[in-house]
């Protein structure tokens, strides 16, 4: 029970709505099991125990369920929370520890760590006896180890130190008793044998008193079939997760081979080594899939024999679902959970402030969850949740506040002003903070609100009004009471006239340099401030931007837009948004601006005699009005400016996209360029023609280039000659050329008259060379059970690096090597990649290198990452819903994910309607959901778990057709399921409104 003090004390809490901070302990560091070396130098032991709360928590200890006497100073200190014993004593301090930590709110207790005395101590010194085999018979020399505390290890001296007995087929020490078999003895065995024991804990080291084996004289051992004398349990328990060695060795002449399986005939999985020739299997890392019976065969050629064992899996409580701190209501009911899995299923008890939970009539605990009815402020208190089974225990501890307050706005206050249209819903909120739950009733100025059909009462306080009129404005106050006291809250509703948009921007069709006026006015409440803003194809229009082309004009009431000398540019998509401080109405309008056409594109000489050119084109762009016709127009050196030029056909329509240009000059060099009218305009003319050189056409033989470079800041040109009219490009080599150095280069031509002109002076680089050094800081990390992100620095570059291509990621998993890798490349500027495709649950390894067009530079140092465990393959069940006609409450069963599968962290429910392909998705962490759907015709639901290893299977799909009365129902399970859902669905609807509170 508390005291009065502490009740006062969770009022206040209660009244200043947890302001002071308060805090139960909680544990930071709790103790674990220790083993405590009996001649270990340190005289004292050192058991953690660390918690936080406010007030700091004190701290005492027990042993074996009783006290410490921490004024024994000689033995026990307390440092922090921590528990210091001198000179550790393996009578006195043998035994099981547990910490509790209190402050005012409560006490939580560790969990237990048991401390043990680690020895080893002599052999007795007595004389063994002398063994007398037969040559080709087998024996087995016994150890005996002597008394001891801690695990072992065994070797055998042969003779004298150091040489100890090497383990094969034919010798065999066993680590579980520690004798040493030998399968068929041979005259080489003959000496003294000798116990090695050592303590793993601390690395003390006994010996036996030798045992001497001889040879008998009465002949030697004739072959016989193998005797197994070292075999596993029957029955073998091991935990999960533990690394589990089976021993088997036989006697026998010859000696016997061993061999192993399992008795279902399943393969070993790659994890199972077998060591010691055999003789030791060894299983990493138990899981439930390895239990079973397994069998060692041992086999010579005079027969076979076999022993069988089987492997049961357990697992120690791990938990669930842990308690989380509560803050309750005085009179409320408690529901509080805990669930842990293990094998065996685990038990459950709770713990009050350190001790066990007393029960009565009004607390109960049933399957781990607690319920308490009609809580008050005594039943405040540390709490604490044990699972157990007989292999381990586990704790979850939480606070439960119970507070008691009289009703207060103040950290949720009613909304001063609410707005709404005629003809809308409004919910007035009264949600103050109070414990118990207020009560409230209502006023509209001083007229108690009655309910009726356009108005009620909702189960949280609010108030609700459906088809809002203007006689409902006024100010609604809120009274809120319980035994505690009583506060109020007001409201003021105004209603008023929706926004209509009275005139509307209409789409035009206009020409380049017209200015227009695009119209938006409206009706609105004169109680509302009114807003205008204006979208050019998606963007906000900036009037001080585009002042010069865009400006509003109208009165209050009117938001106009006038475009003043229309461009091209101003094509598009206009909307008008009109907002108030209740609702928005837009409308939308298309602008088309016609204009001269743009430059035809690709004007190309494709045939050309000594008075003629044949050219062809390509239409540009046309401004929203068809090319009417085409005019070509040409230039020399001789001439001033372009000039319109003779053509066949005379008159080039719209449509055609070749002409003969005619009456040309011999050796004269033209350019050309086409213009494209409209009935706007004439257009931008297009880029000068590239005049080709064809050999037909190279104006006299001895037709070549001439090619000049020189490194860039230099003057002088260094020139060759390219004597074949058909060579398109060049290469010039020298070693001495700097990686990536810019070059100016030019082309000029020549025939047996003379030299041509030269093309324009360009910038071209040498040859890079490859990366020099590796990209940096490179990690990976898992992001589903196939996928793996891996991300890095980018490489410092240098100008004779050139330009960088990107960087290549190679990959491989933890069984294969690197020399088969994958391989996966990304773009320069990108520093991730991510690898798809992979399996579920295995590291893979992985490097990165960056190269360019000169090759790859060196590998990344290795990192890995391991993949998720794949997501459950069970589907979520008996998914069951509850509909009305506007909203769907979906419940279905919890999924649990196998131990080869990821955890799952919550729920997708997948919705649509069913004449669309479009899917939604709600994301939840609870095994129900609700959504809110018009039922306008039938909708498409599914269910998937999800999980860090990607999304479940998919539940059955349901359909929920189209509401026709006010509600239904169903599930994807069988029929007679249905009579169920009368019972189970209120339930739900209970706890999902009750979240909503």
């Not at 998720?868 to 279905?892: E, M, R």
Request: with cysteine.
């Amino acid at each position: 029970m508390m005291s009065w003090k502490q009740l006062i004390l969770l009022s206040l809490i209660g009244c200043l709505g947890g302001e002071l901070l308060l805090q139960g302990p909680v544990f930071l560091k709790e103790p674990s099991n220790s083993i405590f070396p009996v001649d270990s130098e340190d005289k004292k032991i050192t058991l953690n125990c660390e918690a936080k709360g406010n007030p700091s928590p004190h701290y005492r200890w027990q042993l074996n369920g009783s006290n410490i006497d921490m004024s024994m100073e000689h033995r026990y200190k307390l440092n922090g929370g921590n528990l210091v014993v001198f000179n550790p004593n393996r009578s006195w301090d043998t035994g099981s520890y547990q910490c509790f930590a209190t402050n005012s709110l409560g006490t939580v207790v560790s969990r237990e760590a048991k401390l043990q005395f680690a020895y080893l101590e002599n052999f007795k010194t007595k004389m063994r006896s002398t063994v007398s085999v037969r040559e080709g018979q087998g024996v087995v020399l016994l150890c005996g180890p002597p008394p001891h505390s801690g695990e072992l290890s065994y070797a055998w001296i042969f003779n004298e130190y150091p040489s100890f007995v090497e383990e094969d087929s034919r010798r065999f020490v066993s680590q579980e008793t520690g004798h040493l078999y030998i399968a068929k003895v041979e005259p080489s065995d003959v000496g003294n044998y000798t116990c090695v024991v050592t303590s793993m804990v601390t690395n003390a080291r006994v010996l036996g008193s030798p045992t001497p084996l001889m040879l008998r004289s009465d002949g030697v051992m004739g072959e016989y079939e193998p005797k197994i004398e070292v075999q596993f349990p029957e029955t073998l328990p091991a935990a999960k997760g533990a690394t589990v060695k089976l021993e088997c060795f036989a006697l026998g002449n010859p000696v016997p081979q061993i061999n192993w399986r399992r008795s279902d005939g399943m393969p070993f999985p790659s994890k199972i080594k077998l060591r010691k020739f055999n003789g030791v299997l060894e299983i990493p890392a138990f899981q439930q899939e390895d239990a079973g019976s397994y069998e060692c065969i041992a086999e010579n050629s005079r027969g076979k024999n076999v022993a069988r064992g089987r492997l049961t899996y357990y697992a120690k409580p791990h938990w669930v679902q842990f308690i989380k701190d509560m803050e309750m209501a005085v009179e409320d009911s408690l529901y509080w959970e805990c669930r842990a899995s293990g094998k065996p299923k685990p038990s459950y008890r709770w713990l009050k402030n350190g001790e066990a939970l007393v029960l009565e009539e009004r607390i109960q605990i049933e399957n781990g969850a607690l319920t308490i009815s009609n809580l008050n402020v005594t039943d405040s208190g540390m709490f604490q949740c044990i699972a157990e089974n007989k292999h381990g225990l586990i704790y979850s501890s939480a606070e439960l506040k119970v507070v008691a307050s009289a009703p207060d706005f103040s950290k949720n206050p009613m909304r001063n002003l609410i707005r709404v249209q005629v003809g809308s819903l409004v919910n007035l909120d009264c949600k103050p903070r109070a414990s118990p739950r207020a009560l409230c009733s209502w006023k509209k100025g001083d007229a108690v609100v009655q309910e009726h059909e356009r108005v009620s009462f909702l189960k949280d306080g609010g108030l609700k009004i459906a088809n809002v009129t203007k006689a409902d404005s006024g100010t609604y106050t809120c009274t809120a009471e319980n035994q505690f006291g009583k506060a109020n809250g007001t409201t003021l509703l105004v209603v008023t006239e929706p926004t209509r948009i009275t005139l509307a921007p209409s789409n035009m069709d206009v020409s380049v340099g017209e200015s227009i006026i695009l119209p938006c006015q409206v009706k609105h409440d004169p109680l509302l401030d009114i807003m205008f803003t204006w979208y050019f194809n998606g963007a906000l229009t900036d009037f001080k931007k585009d002042g010069s082309h865009f400006e509003k004009v109208g009165g209050s009431s009117s938001g106009d837009l006038m475009i003043r000398n229309i461009q091209l540019r101003h094509s598009g998509k206009y909307v008008c948004m009109v907002q108030t401080g209740v609702d928005s109405v837009s409308s939308a309008a298309e602008l088309i601006v016609r204009g001269s056409p743009g430059p035809p594109k690709n004007v190309k000489v494709d045939e050309i005699t000594d008075t003629t050119a044949q050219l062809s084109w390509r239409e540009g762009i046309d401004n929203h009005s068809p090319v009417t016709s085409y005019a070509i127009q040409a230039r020399t050196p001789f001439s001033v400016g372009w000039q319109t030029v003779t053509t066949v056909p005379e008159v080039i329509d719209g449509k055609t996209h070749t002409a003969t240009v005619v009456e040309l000059n011999p050796w004269v060099e033209y350019e050309f360029r086409v213009v494209a009218s409209n009935k706007i305009g004439g257009g931008e003319p297009s880029f000068p023609s590239e005049k080709p050189v064809p050999e037909e056409l190279q104006n006299g033989e001895g037709f070549g280039y001439v090619v000049a470079f020189r490194p860039l800041g230099i003057t002088t040109w260094i020139q060759t000659v390219v004597t074949s009219p058909d060579t398109p490009r060049y290469v010039f080599r020298n070693e001495s050329i700097v990686p990536f150095s810019p070059y100016e280069v030019k082309v000029g031509v020549y025939n047996n008259k003379g030299e041509g002109p030269f093309s324009p002076v360009t910038t071209v680089f040498s040859a890079e060379e490859e990366p020099t050094v590796a990209p940096s800081q490179v990690s990976a990390h898992s992001l589903s059970s196939s996928e793996i992100e891996v991300a890095w620095n980018t490489i410092p570059w240098k100008l004779s690096n050139g330009h960088l291509l990107g960087y290549e990621v190679r990959y491989w998993n933890n069984g294969g090597e690197e020399e088969s890798s994958s391989k996966v490349k990304v773009a320069g500027n990108e520093t991730s990649a991510r690898l798809r495709g992979l399996k579920s649950n295995l590291a893979y390894y992985t490097a990165v290198r960056a190269y360019n067009s000169a090759g790859a530079g060196p590998f990344s140092a290795t990192v890995n990452a391991t993949t998720k465990k794949t997501p459950p393959s069970q589907p979520p069940g008996n998914v069951v819903w509850n509909a009305t006609d506007s909203k769907v409450l979906l419940n279905w069963e919890q999924v649990k994910a196998m131990e080869n599968e990821s955890e799952v962290t919550g729920y997708k429910v997948f919705y649509r309607t069913s004449s669309q392909n479009s899917v939604q998705v709600l994301n939840t962490n609870k095994t129900s959901a609700e959504l809110l759907l018009p039922f306008k015709e039938d909708y498409i639901i599914e269910v998937k778990a999800t999980t860090d290893g990607g999304d479940g299977t998919s539940s059955e799909q349901i359909r929920i057709p189209r509401i026709t009365n006010m509600d239904a129902r169903g599930s994807t399970s069988a029929i007679s399921n249905v009579h169920l859902m009368s019972s189970y669905i209120p339930v739900a609807l209970f706890f999902i409104v009750n979240a909503l509170w």
